[in-house]
T-cell receptor
Framework: KQEVTQIPAALSVPEGENLVLNCSFTDSAIYNLQWFRQDPGKGLTSLLLIQSSQREQTSGRLNASLDKSSGRSTLYIAASQPGDSATYLCAARSGYSTLTFGKGTMLLVSP | SQTIHQWPATLVQPVGSPLSLECTVEGTSNPNLYWYRQAAGRGLQLLFYSVGIGQISSEVPQNLSASRPQDRQFILSSKKLLLSDSGFYLC??????????FGPGTRLTVT
């Protein structure tokens, strides 16, 4: 059974810092890995999707990497802004249709 | 473009009462549909998923059920709510197999 772990559980940084969020998964036989953002009381917004054959994906200030052999993914956020404050979730697709989620990293960026 | 709707946004129901949450998707056909529950401190839990009309897979045993009466409609139901059913319910859709996109969610409080 796939298990996804996210470290740290919470992170507080000053505005402008670059930061890395970590995600690890136990079963390396994944189809893809997806990073989401969730604002309080809201649904999930998809940030990046990395297919199993890819090493990384970039969108603006976000860069996600995937190392299947070690069961790890990282989300890099450059030049963080207060608007980046949210909970970030990673999810691994192991089965044909289903995702296994980590519990998330709660990020606070202070002005 | 594709849009996913959920209603109601919030719901307060007494223990033992029935439940019906609805999710609809616009702008795509034959999507995979999913129901998740997010409880405090427990992360996102997949409850049901559907790959087609009338096709429902249950991930966990519970007093909830799901139905897909139309291609782009997914309904979550219960005959008698328990206190433990409280949580944030999220509907999602995806292509085959691809990124998952989430709705705005329904906050259910069982009293």
């Amino acid at each position: 059974k796939q298990e996804v772990t996210q470290i740290p559980a919470a992170l507080s940084v000053p505005e402008g810092e670059n930061l890395v969020l970590n995600c690890s998964f136990t079963d390396s036989a994944i189809y893809n890995l997806q990073w989401f953002r969730q604002d309080p009381g809201k649904g999930l917004t998809s940030l990046l999707l990395i297919q199993s054959s890819q090493r990384e994906q970039t969108s603006g200030r976000l860069n996600a990497s995937l190392d299947k052999s070690s069961g790890r993914s990282t989300l890099y956020i450059a030049a963080s802004q207060p608007g980046d404050s949210a909970t970030y979730l990673c999810a691994a697709r192991s089965g044909y249709s289903t995702l296994t989620f980590g519990k998330g990293t709660m990020l606070l960026v202070s002005p | 473009s594709q849009t996913i709707h959920q209603w109601p946004a919030t719901l307060v129901q007494p223990v033992g009462s029935p439940l019906s949450l609805e999710c609809t998707v616009e702008g795509t056909s034959n999507p995979n549909l999913y129901w998740y529950r997010q409880a405090a401190g427990r992360g996102l839990q997949l409850l049901f998923y559907s790959v087609g009309i009338g096709q429902i897979s249950s991930e966990v045993p519970q007093n909830l059920s799901a139905s897909r009466p139309q291609d782009r409609q997914f309904i979550l139901s219960s005959k008698k709510l328990l206190l433990s059913d409280s949580g944030f319910y999220l509907c999602a859709w995806s292509g085959i197999p691809s990124e998952q996109y989430f709705g705005p969610g329904t906050r259910l409080t069982v009293t």
